[in-house]
């Protein structure tokens, strides 16, 4: 049987799942995200109600007459739009453009009625079903087109491009006619998790969505890249007009470039309330300065449209990221090699050396550049952290403050160390640590290898600090328990991090992270 995923129709086996169609085209798809199931092309079409018709002058938008009197036409022409594509302008005059013709069903009729600028209508010329043609009026005209005995043969009005309408002349075509496909058109599509799912003749997948990157904006897409984790993004609200992303808000982005948000765009929010989110378009939007275009998303809107809060959708870039922290030397260096950028490294050259800084940082900057310079550091250098599940906030002030929000590599300074005393403290942010409340206290005592973050009952609040022996009264950062965030546990060899000077830089990963 026939079916489409992702676009490309394939002949699968009868009664095959969802699971046998991902399998045997290698459609991607990671585990837990939604899949979008239309029964077919008619089963989307049928909530269509706008369209647009391309000339070479420029492109005509139309809305269908949702009348129950208009329906016959309606239907005639959802059917048959596309016998119009590459048909020339027959006539254009002062009062209409007609384009044709195609063959229809409908029969004529020879009275004569009153029309306004901007009507659809389909004339069958001559009084001939043989012989049906589109006419878009531009002005008000009372006339006898052969019209089909309903609604006058009006379908549809014109909402957009009446100055191409106007310039159209006998040596002009159409060159494609497409549905415009809104958040409204999905109503009836499927959203579905189990793989299971038995399919039938005609039904299309969508299984991920893909975007091309905005080469304007080399920063905000990298934080757009940096919401992507394991090859999906989660839902964090849904609305008509976008689906948002909010999983890095409150980072600040910098003013890039803006665009008019059309369907489909994707966007990070660069000031005010929200800075740091992103957004997908679903609906059109006006321009506004305070959203970066970071791209447009060119498979898979389908998914978007019918994506709920908390889903996961599998993603994919057009252009891989190119982001080599945590990466060893060689596999950064076979990597850039497939994109043709020169590896040029500082420091240590060992092959399998942790990559820890990367000049440029950003993906479209490296592109650009056509080279990267990667400075490593040996494996056991690398500060691993296991991060608790019941100290949210604080986790997240960590990973904000060391870049691990949007990086797999951080780095944090160290503030004060004396010899002897067996903690270590790194610099916080006071502003930032005005919300840390107390979460997960040590109870009876502080264990050698954990991690903790001085809170908001403390002046010293935002403070982070390892303890290198067990401590029945005191935090890693010198505080009292009730003043101490406990948010892991180192989980690589630490000994070193206690003969630190004040200054120095540590490189820390989450233990659990995959380069």
């Not at 590459?86 to 384009?99: F, Y």
């Not at 001559?126 to 043969?153: A, C, D, Q, R, W």
């Not at 014109?158 to 002349?169: A, H, R, S, V």
């Not at 965030?485 to 000077?501: F, Q, V």
Request: proline share 3%; with cysteine.
């Amino acid at each position: 049987m026939l079916i489409k995923i992702n676009g490309e129709e394939v002949d699968v086996a009868d009664a095959s799942t969802i699971q046998d169609v991902i399998d045997e085209t290698n459609a991607p798809y990671t585990p837990g995200s939604i899949i979008c199931l239309i029964k077919g092309k008619k089963e989307l079409e049928k909530n269509i109600g706008k369209y647009k018709i391309k000339t070479n002058k420029g492109s005509i938008i139309i809305e269908l007459d949702e009348s129950e009197e208009a329906k016959p036409i309606v239907d005639v022409w959802k059917n048959q739009y596309e016998d119009f594509v590459d048909l020339d302008v027959r006539w254009s005059t002062s009062t209409e453009v007609a384009v044709g013709p195609i063959v229809t069903d409908l029969e004529p009729t020879s009275d004569e009625f009153k029309y306004f600028e901007g009507d659809v209508v389909l004339s069958l010329s001559s009084f001939s079903n043989e012989s049906t043609h589109l006419i878009m009026l531009k002005e008000n005209t009372t006339n006898v087109y052969s019209v089909p005995p309903y609604n006058k043969g009006i379908f549809a009005r014109i909402i957009g491009g009446k100055k191409t309408l106007d310039n159209l002349t006998d040596d002009d075509k159409v060159t494609g006619i497409e549905p415009i496909i809104e958040r409204s058109t999905s109503t009836d599509i499927t959203s579905v998790s189990d793989l299971g799912t038995v399919l039938e003749e005609g039904n299309e997948l969508y299984t991920y969505i893909s975007f091309d990157i905005n080469e304007d904006s080399p920063t905000c897409v990298e934080h757009f890249f940096s919401i992507i984790k394991d090859g999906r993004i989660k839902v964090s609200y849904d609305s008509d007009s976008f689906v948002g992303f909010y999983d890095l808000a409150g980072i600040d982005k910098p003013k890039e470039d803006t665009t008019q948000r059309t369907r489909g765009t994707i966007t990070v929010r660069n000031t005010g309330v929200g800075v740091g989110r992103a957004y997908i378009y679903r609906e059109n939007r006006v321009l506004t300065p305070n959203h970066t275009t970071v791209g447009k998303i060119v498979n898979g809107m389908e998914i978007i449209d019918i994506a709920k809060e908390n889903d996961f959708i599998t993603v994919q870039a057009e252009q891989q990221r190119l982001m080599l922290l945590n990466k060893t030397q060689k596999e950064a260096s076979e990597l850039l090699s497939q994109v043709g950028v020169e590896h040029m490294i500082d420091g240590i050259i060992d092959d399998d050396a942790i990559i820890v800084e990367q000049t440029p940082q950003h993906t479209i900057d490296i592109l650009k550049e056509g080279q990267v310079i990667t400075k490593a550091i040996k494996k056991e250098d690398l500060c691993t952290v296991k991060f608790v599940d019941n100290a949210p906030r604080s986790v997240r002030y960590f990973k904000y403050i060391s870049g691990l929000l949007e990086n797999p590599i951080g780095k944090i300074k160290v503030h004060f160390a004396v010899p002897g005393m067996h903690i270590v403290i790194f610099e916080g942010d006071k502003k930032l640590a005005k919300g840390l409340v107390p979460e997960n206290n040590p109870v009876e005592k502080v264990v050698r290898g954990q991690i903790g973050i001085t809170n908001m009952a403390s002046k010293s609040a935002g403070l982070i600090g390892i303890r290198f022996e067990d401590n029945f009264d005191f935090g890693p950062t010198a505080e009292t328990f009730e003043a101490t965030n406990i948010i892991g546990d180192i989980t690589s060899d630490y000994d070193h991090l206690e003969e630190l000077k004040e200054g120095v830089e540590v490189y820390v990963t989450e233990s659990d992270n995959e380069s």
